[in-house]
């Protein structure tokens, strides 16, 4: 078990540009979840996916964002024509799904600067 | 809908004294309850939960904390702050609404003073 993992750890891009980010969580677990964190705010829930199915997306999630799990393993969040305000942490996690308690695990997230 | 509160976004306190972080949530129904614990440039981790099994929660790194629906408060504590707890620490609750997403509070930063 080695974790959830995202790459890049650190994106810069310039205004308008698309920027992809990977999240592989850990193996066994079939819920993926997205969340952004802005500087001086909690992780903010964004989107998840259960298996390769995307059963809820916040309205934070505006139509410049897309996030896939093709095959239920990994997942990707794209960001098109990035703005200055898509600044922020973007944190994956992942769980079993199961009760109410179960423990999400979270990647080290990639931090993201748009200029 | 279910939301967390927490009081001072920055703590400070002496090492060796008492760490207190506190957390008010609003939930119309029991909650779930967790601490997550995030160091510089690393994801969160988790400290604590509560799932209503026992009111007092005892966590990693001698933190616990104790829910008291009557306060609707879920307060983390260490009797004994070490340099090592200096971090930002989240209080969140579930919505117990299918997919377990998490609903976290705005955050409070830990100093810890020699």
């Known amino acids: 078990d080695t974790g959830v993992s995202q790459n890049p750890r650190h994106k810069i891009t310039k205004r308008g540009q698309n920027v992809t980010f990977r999240c592989d969580p850990i193996s066994e677990h079939n819920r993926l979840y997205w969340y952004r964190q802005t500087l001086g705010q909690g992780p903010e829930f964004l989107t998840y996916?259960?298996?390769?199915?995307?059963?809820?997306k916040s309205r934070l999630l505006s139509d410049r964002f897309s996030a896939e799990r093709p095959k239920g393993s990994f997942s990707t969040l794209e960001i098109q024509r990035t703005e200055q305000g898509d600044s922020a942490m973007y944190l994956c996690a992942s769980s079993l799904a199961s009760g109410w308690d179960t423990e999400a695990f979270f990647g080290q997230g990639t931090r993201l600067t748009v200029v | 809908a279910q939301s967390v509160t927490q009081l001072g976004s920055h703590v400070s306190v002496s090492e060796g004294a008492l760490v207190l972080l506190r957390c008010n949530y609003s939930?119309?129904?029991?909650?779930?309850l967790f601490w997550y614990v995030q160091y510089p440039n690393q994801g969160l981790q988790l400290l604590l939960k509560y799932t209503s099994a026992a009111t007092l929660v005892k966590g990693i790194n001698g933190f616990e904390a104790e829910f008291k629906k009557s306060e609707t408060s879920f307060h983390l504590t260490k009797p004994s702050a070490h340099m090592s707890d200096a971090a930002e620490y989240f209080c969140?609750?579930?919505?117990?609404?299918?997919?377990?997403?998490?609903?976290f509070g705005a955050g409070t930063i830990l100093r810890v003073k020699s």
């Open positions: 969140a609750v579930s919505p117990m609404e299918y997919g377990n997403k998490l609903v």
């Open positions: 939930s119309s129904v029991p909650p779930y």
């Open positions: 996916f259960q298996n390769e199915a995307q059963l809820e």
